[in-house]
Nanobody, 128 residues
Framework: QLQLVESGGGLVQAGGSLRLSCAAS????????MTWFRQAPGKEREFVAA????????YYTESVKGRFSISRDNAKNAVYLQMNGLEVEDTATYYC?????????????????????WGKGVLVTVHS
């Protein structure tokens, strides 16, 4: 089972950018589909972006398409979320998650299945 640690959060002005990182330790990172979720205060957790373990196919929730980009570096056991054009509505705690050999459609949802590991989250605050 992977251990996941997020970093890169912080306070940013609307329109700005942040890059979140998720460092993984443990076996077989390269065969885990990696996903970012977020949870805003008082709201349910929601899916943000995912990158498949094979071929690096990506998928995004509609509200972040064109602004956020997920990528992975299997040599570094890391996954990233580049966030541009941040909006106040993007304020949330962002969580990294791993699902071994998972298909995108099982994790790219607000109620994912097959998640093996979760990070503790990193706070992103966007102010106007």
């Amino acid at each position: 089972q992977l251990q996941l640690v997020e970093s890169g959060g912080g306070l940013v002005q609307a329109g700005g950018s942040l890059r979140l990182s998720c460092a993984a330790s443990g076996p077989e990172f390269n065969i885990h589909t990696m996903t970012w979720f977020r949870q805003a205060p008082g709201k349910e957790r929601e899916f943000v972006a995912a990158i498949h373990w094979f071929g690096g196919v990506t998928y995004y929730t509609e509200s972040v398409k064109g602004r956020f980009s997920i990528s992975r570096d299997n040599a570094k056991n890391a996954v990233y979320l580049q966030m541009n054009g941040l909006e106040v509505e993007d304020t949330a705690t962002y969580y990294c998650a791993a699902a071994r050999l998972a298909a995108l459609n099982t994790v790219a949802t607000n109620t994912p299945s097959g998640i093996n590991s979760w990070g503790k989250g990193v706070l992103v605050t966007v102010h106007s």
